[in-house]
């Protein structure tokens, strides 16, 4: 089994593509939508974990390439160099995700690497530089 | 009914017997035993910030070199320091930047670099005098080859602060953090319950010569903070309603710790310092204790609209701390999340530090020599001619 990240771009007019249905069914892939950005007639993004075998996975991903829309494979990651973290939240001010929230007992950060989308909103947000992009 | 005065609470502290708990203890405490049974009970309460403080800086004197120079214009790695002084002193605020890293290095990073016991390069230019002849000098400081290097803060502890949204179509980028367009999220600093001048609203205990905690040393309040305004609107019971008392601070950088201050950059903003500060308040009376314990539900504080740019800026919301904490405001039916900018976890360890250094006598607490004003009215700058000036 093997797990991945990635973001699909519909370009306008094919947001009505029941795309996740046939990875589920067609290539036997368990899907997590992370965001969703899509409305009629605009072009839309969406990120998705995939999880499967790997020749299914590949399988999967050229089907999405056939139908018109295109697809980037999340390679970096987001680290968290916690050691240095103050805890001040000023990161949960733009993270879309929730990936990072406050833990409400004791007010400290909470890093959720599932649900981060990589958008990188943090590592400009964070004042102390204690967010950054591994390649 | 048995008050009691510094004296005898230092008597106490001495004697490893004093009663301390902290700013957030003494809620449950009081709700419990009653205001009179524990102002009896307890004798100190502590309180404590650690947030993003622009206005902190540091005097240093290099010791002179040979030939000595009389220093005119100094850089501590790359950053302007200010040289007007005498021959060999200098001030370095926090939010200087550097003239070759720009924003991502400043005075503030000067500071925690040489807390932290790293080598700075120090470079001053001289027109060179009789006395002084030495024009130019380049060379390595580090806290123990310095005379004096001590923080001078012109405005910390801000007695309650505001909140700040952005209602404009593009990302603001402020010292209250990114703030997201169309009212994407709501910023606020302060650490409401346990923060100093919200537990001593009227300034009854913290004045000048109050012994506080600052980053990691012990250091004295040593005036009112520039912008003091303690004349801002009070709710019922006595708490300012946004931002109003501020002190500055004096305490020794050679004692000081990393873990209690911190450079920080702002994106597109510049650099701020995060200034880790506690202040023990002695429980002389009842009124005294009965302000300490005040919670986050009975603090508010204004969110502002930060795309005005202009001096006043609209108020879109008053909430409580109780409110910001939970993680979202609701404005107009639409639910915004909230997200602190000064670290509450932090506070809370400063708190507890300072407890505990109070139990074992290793702090002791000042008498106030003279108080903080409680009547002070912002000035604002208007542009002007030279004799026009309006009442
Ligand atoms: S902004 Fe940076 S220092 Fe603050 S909580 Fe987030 S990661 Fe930690
Ligand atoms: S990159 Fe940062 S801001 Fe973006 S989702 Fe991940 S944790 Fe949140």
Known sequence: ?135 | MGYKSFDEINEKIRAGKAVVVTADEIIDIVEEKGLKQAAKEIDVVTTATFGPMCSSGMFINFGHSDPPIRMGKVWLNDVPAYAGIAAVDAYIGATELSETKGMEYGGAHVIEDLISGKDIKLYAESYGTDCYPLKEITTYINKNNINQAFMFNPRNAYQNYNAATNSSEKILYTYMGTLLPQMGNITYSTSGQLSPLLNDPNYRTIGIGTRVFIGGAQGYVAWEGTQHNPEQNRGENGVPVGSSGTLALIGDIKKMDRRFIRAAVYEKYGISMFVGIGIPIPVLDEEILKYTTVRDSEIFTNIYDYSVQKRSRPVIKKVSYAELRSGSVEINGKIISTAPMSSLKKAREIAELLKQQIRTGEFLLTQPVSNIPRENRMSSLDVRGESNEKD
């Not at chain 1, 007019?13 to 950005?37: C, E, M, Q, W």
């Not at chain 1, 103050?86 to 733009?94: L, R």
């Open chain 1, 1 to 135: 089994m093997k797990k991945i990240k990635v973001s699909l771009i519909y370009p306008a007019g094919d947001v009505s593509k029941p795309i996740t249905y046939h990875l589920v069914r067609d290539f036997n892939l368990v899907i997590n939508i992370l965001h969703a950005d899509i409305s009629l007639n605009k072009m839309g993004k969406l990120v998705l974990d995939i999880e499967g075998e790997e020749q299914d996975i590949e399988n999967g991903l050229k089907f999405v390439e056939e139908q018109g829309i295109k697809y980037k494979l999340f390679t970096k990651t987001i680290i968290w160099q916690e050691d240095d973290c103050i805890h001040c939240g000023a990161c949960t001010a733009v993270c879309p995700s929730n990936a990072l929230s406050m833990d409400k007992s004791d007010w400290s950060l909470t890093f959720d690497r599932e649900k981060c989308l990589i958008c990188e909103l943090c590592v400009k947000s964070c004042p102390l530089n204690v967010m950054c992009v591994s390649i």
